[in-house]
């Protein structure tokens, strides 16, 4: 069965950076586009990124352009978020999810529980 | 960025009704790119929806999606117990990818 399982997360200083993993198994990692979507606590889901099938393309919401850097590694069927200047406002859980197409237009159709970030000092 | 806008905010039915939810965009979305997700508390978001009415795996056939351009609607069509929840629209039309602000069904 499809199972995506974040690590990573944990509390970290206001400007510090941090790399968030995603272990994919269960299906063709290599074939599918991955997204990251995050959830701060009590509020809504915001897209973070999304990445191609082969890590050609990769996209981000305006609010992390230049400080996520999102990137796949197919030979270990894993997914990874770079998040650089952490602010107070990047406190989420953070949510790695499947897209159902190779490329980023896609919606997500597997989750994994997510890994929560808490940025304070 | 395409916004999307959800009502209402929430909403109080009881088991066996209906439940109407709306997902409005601030342009057409592309080729119907529009999902719709159930999130329950402490879990992951589950996909119901995608390509506006096309239901996920495993989705059971109350959930109806429905639409186009900017105007999308998800009926439930007799809650039942387990439908008690947070719903989110999303758009993959066009990047950023957005989500809607959800609607929450409560028991009323």
Redesign the interface.
Same mark, same amino acid.
């Given at each position: 069965q499809v199972q995506l399982v974040e690590s990573g997360g944990g509390v970290v200083q206001p400007g510090k950076s941090l790399r968030l993993s995603c272990a994919a198994s269960g299906f063709s990692f290599s074939n599918f586009g991955m997204?990251w979507?995050r959830q701060a606590p009590g509020k809504?889901?915001?897209?973070v990124s @999304?990445i191609w099938y082969d890590g050609s393309h990769t996209?981000?919401?305006?609010s992390v352009k230049g400080r996520f850097t999102i990137a796949r590694d197919n030979s270990k069927d894993t997914l990874y978020l770079q998040i650089n200047s952490l602010r107070a406002e990047d406190t989420a859980v953070y949510?790695c999810a499947r897209g159902?197409n190779y490329y980023?237009?896609? @919606?997500?159709?597997y989750?994994?529980?997510?890994t929560l970030v808490t940025v304070s000092s | 960025e395409i916004v999307l806008t959800q009502s209402p905010g929430t909403l109080s039915l009881s088991p066996g009704e209906r439940a109407t939810l709306s997902c409005r965009a601030s342009q057409s979305v592309s080729s119907s790119y529009l999902a719709w997700y159930q999130q329950k508390p402490g879990r992951a978001p589950r996909l119901l929806i995608y390509g506006t009415s096309n239901r996920a795996t495993d989705i059971p056939d109350r959930f109806r999606g429905s639409g186009s351009g900017t105007d999308f609607t998800l009926t439930i069509s007799r809650l039942e117990p387990e439908d008690f929840a947070v719903y989110y629209c999303q758009q993959y039309g066009s990047s950023p990818l957005t989500f809607g602000g959800g609607t929450k069904v409560e028991i009323k």
């Open positions: 997204h979507v809504g889901l915001e897209w @999304a996209y981000f919401a305006d949510y159902r980023d237009a896609s @919606a997500s159709d989750w994994g529980q997510g | -």
